[in-house]
């Protein structure tokens, strides 16, 4: 079955500790994008690639890093400059050659928790 | 003025009760409306998506737009426990845009 793959579930980090976030989709998407749910807000947007070798800061990239080296991979790196790095990180495609199609896909997203 | 508003609830409805979820917005800009619907721990996943102003029927889940009083609303025919779930608006600028705005979501309990 095609779809979007977030590995671990669940992440938990030391203080000073980067730690990085897969993100895999086998959907043949060109654009991919993380984001950002804190408990009873909206999801934010971190980071997003619309093409291989190429991404954008979106709205609250500061403390995050990420690649696009295949067109199938976005990993997230939450780095120790992220002072509130405990939420949940969902990952997200999108196909920008079907123009009727949906847009966003999700995946089922990985919990990052401080130890 | 936040650009999308939502109430949070949780909003408790007994199974099989018609259920009425909605979303303002400030930016009169917006053109494509979604409704996800979110489970605990889980990704959300796509219900509805519109364009402009109307209807749209999909089952049991009617989406309405009006743009005019920017306001979007999600009703639920014949709600079953298994819709007991988030619920999160959203709205974004041209189709299939990089950026889409999120609502915070309505925690809905369908109660059997």
């Known amino acids: 079955d095609g779809g979007i793959t977030q590995s671990p579930k669940y992440l938990f980090r030391k203080e000073g500790q980067n730690v990085t976030l897969s993100c895999e989709q086998n959907l043949n998407h060109d654009a991919m994008y993380w984001y950002r749910q804190d408990p009873g807000q909206g999801l934010r947007l971190i980071y997003y690639s619309q093409i291989v070798n190429d991404f954008q800061k979106g709205d609250i990239a500061e403390g995050y890093s990420v690649s696009r080296e295949k067109k199938e991979s976005f990993p997230l790196t939450v780095t120790s400059a992220q002072k509130n790095p405990t939420a949940f990180y969902l990952c997200?495609?999108?196909?920008?050659?079907?123009?009727?199609?949906?847009?966003?896909?999700f995946g089922d997203g990985t919990r990052l928790s401080i130890l | 003025q936040k650009e999308v508003e939502q109430d949070p609830g949780p909003l408790s409805v007994p199974e099989g009760a018609i259920v009425s979820l909605n979303c303002t917005y400030s930016?009169?800009?917006?053109?494509?409306f979604m409704w996800y619907r979110q489970y605990s721990r889980k990704g959300p996943e796509l219900l509805m998506y519109t364009y402009s102003s109307g209807n749209k029927e999909d089952g049991r889940f009617t989406a309405q737009v009006d743009k005019s009083s920017k306001y979007i609303s999600l009703f639920i025919r014949d709600s079953q426990p298994s819709d007991s779930a988030t619920y999160l608006c959203a709205m974004s600028y041209m189709h299939r845009d990089d950026k889409i705005i999120f609502g915070k979501g309505t925690r809905l309990h369908i109660l059997p």
């Open positions: 997200a495609s999108l196909w920008e050659g079907d123009r009727d199609g949906q847009p966003q896909h």
């Open positions: 930016n009169s800009a917006f053109q494509y």
